[in-house]
């Protein structure tokens, strides 16, 4: 909800978030597949996407997935 909201970014399991992304209420923060079991988004708003501390936040994720796979 927060996501929706426009307040930043949310990392959830794709079942919470397809309605919003078909929808597009949201879109896809990082374009990084990472190899789990259940898929996960970053989600935010287009808007929240281009704030300079979500996109910090996002490029921090990056790096720690990269780490991770």
Do not use: C, H
Not at 57 to 65: G, M, T
């Amino acid at each position: 909800r927060a996501a929706v909201a426009g307040q930043g970014l949310a990392l959830v399991r794709d079942i919470y978030v397809d309605d919003d992304l078909r929808s597009q209420r949201l879109v896809k923060a990082l374009t990084v597949n990472w190899p789990l079991q259940f898929a996960y988004y970053a989600v935010a708003t287009a808007e929240a996407t281009q704030k300079p501390a979500v996109r910090r936040f996002r490029d921090w994720l990056v790096e720690e997935a990269r780490q991770v796979v």
